[in-house]
């Protein structure tokens, strides 16, 4: 099945520090990914949609220079967190799409992100 | 407004039957979508419905109404693994990528 890696799984840093997330699709070359935002026992916001070659498109308040979205190749996309604060704290989770399968995404195991 | 409804929790005993509603409204509506999130993890695809009707996986099945703008969820032969957070999602096509629009998600409860 199709497999996606989230790096690192859990990041502590120290708050006007910048934090990189990886997220790779494992198996299967990613289109498009996404990158969500998840606070405990809340849904998922999708804060930007990457696709490879091209700019993120960003959701509504979502600052894109607060978080900055790279899609390097159909199997890698990061997303850093600039200048972080306590209020970035949450879980990041990023999700990827195959070609010819728009309907469904596959997750990765999420990065739980603590700013001090 | 985009919105997607679904009831907070529902608790149920072992090998009972649950069905999870929801409804939407939304614009550029594509299919329903419905994910099993564990705590902790990472949401996991179960099903989606790109026509009106019913798609059957195993003990899991979705349906959809187009015309209603609704859908569910039906848990059989509930398992106490199956205690999770379920979310139907709206995958809409409202610009060239399509996206998925999350519901607030609905918290499962398996008891013996």
């Known amino acids: 099945g199709a497999v996606v890696s989230q790096h690192p799984s859990r990041v502590i840093c120290k708050s006007g520090t910048s934090v990189k997330i990886e997220c790779r699709s494992l198996?299967?070359?990613?289109?498009?990914m996404f990158w969500y935002r998840q606070f405990p026992k809340q849904s998922l916001m999708l804060m930007a949609t990457?696709?490879?070659?091209?700019?993120?498109?960003?959701e509504q308040g979502v600052e894109k220079d607060k978080f900055l979205i790279n899609h390097a190749s159909l199997t890698l996309s990061t997303l850093t967190v600039t200048s972080a604060h306590p209020e970035d704290s949450s879980f990041y989770i990023c999700?990827?799409?195959?070609?010819?399968?728009?309907?469904?995404?596959?997750f990765g195991p999420g990065t739980r992100l603590l700013v001090l | 407004g985009q919105s997607l409804e679904q009831p907070s929790e529902v608790t149920a005993v072992e090998g009972a039957i649950v069905q999870i509603n929801c409804t939407y409204q939304?614009?550029?509506?594509?299919?329903l979508s419905w994910y099993q999130q564990h705590d902790g993890g990472a949401p996991t695809f179960l099903s989606y419905?790109?026509?009106?009707g019913l798609e059957e996986t195993g003990r899991f099945s979705s349906f959809l109404s187009r015309s209603d703008s609704y859908g569910y969820l039906l848990l059989q032969e509930l398992q106490m693994k199956d205690s999770a957070s379920y979310f139907c999602?709206?995958?809409?096509?409202?610009?060239?990528?399509?996206?998925?629009?999350f519901g607030a998600g609905t918290q499962v409860v398996v008891t013996p």
């Open positions: 939304t614009s550029g509506f594509y299919g």
């Open positions: 419905n790109g026509l009106d």
């Open positions: 990457s696709n490879e070659g091209s700019k993120a498109t960003y």
């Open positions: 999602a709206v995958y809409m096509t409202t610009d060239s990528w399509g996206k998925l629009q």
């Open positions: 999700s990827a799409r195959a070609r010819g399968a728009q309907e469904t995404q596959y």
């Open positions: 198996d299967f070359q990613a289109t498009t």
